[in-house]
């Protein structure tokens, strides 16, 4: 084990980037770290892994969760999906995109209870993406067999702009909706 360097012993080196000589020490592990490795505190500064730490006590979802979270978002963008493609107005889906975007994980944190994962947000855009595609699957079968009925920008690209456009909102809306889910 490697001895603590005190002040007297000479420069102190980033725990992280070795090759950095610094003055900086975390305030909770007493680690030496270089300025890019401090985050700063109302009392001082801490190193990443102090607060990778300190912030994992907010995270109460279970693996469970995940995977409900996971079915809840999933069936959500297959019937955003489907209900959109029942509009014939392309500017009109496009506008409900947002609306879809922030509902999905309204429903998805009713869902789950409200418990908070690191990932959360990463597993619900996923499961959006795979319910987009699920739900274009039959215009994907006539695009490999020729022609699409309705022309491929109405029937692929409309369709991905929408789940793309109801995915990064929600993924907005976990990542920075005032809290962090």
């Known amino acids: 084990m490697a001895q603590e360097q005190t002040p007297d012993d000479g420069p102190l080196f980033c725990t992280v980037h070795p090759d950095r000589e610094t003055h900086l020490r ?3 592990c007493g680690r030496p770290m270089c300025s890019q490795c401090a985050v700063r505190m109302p009392v001082g500064y801490r190193c990443r892994e102090c607060m990778r730490e300190q912030q994992a006590v907010f995270y109460t ?3 469970i969760d995940y995977v409900i979270a996971a079915v809840a978002a999933f069936f959500g963008s297959l019937a955003a999906s489907y209900l959109v493609m ?3 107005w392309l500017l009109f889906q496009l ?4 609306v879809a975007g922030a509902l999905i994980p309204q429903i998805v944190l009713t869902v789950i209870r409200r418990r908070r994962g690191r990932y959360m947000g990463e597993v619900v855009v996923a499961a959006i993406i795979a319910g987009g595609v699920v ?3 039959p215009t994907l ?3 490999f067999m020729g022609a699409p009925p309705g022309g491929i920008l109405t029937s692929l690209i409309w369709p991905a702009l929408f789940s793309g456009i109801v995915a990064v909102v929600a993924y907005g809306w976990f990542r920075f ?4 889910y």
């Not at 909706?177 to 962090?180: E, H, M, Y």
């Open 141 to 143: 079968q006539w695009l």
């Open 61 to 63: 979802a279970t693996r």
């Open 95 to 98: 506008l409900l995109a947002p």
């Open 86 to 88: 029942l509009i014939p």
């Open 26 to 28: 975390c305030n909770r």
């Open 135 to 137: 739900s274009q699957w």
């Open 177 to 180: 909706g005032g809290k962090r």
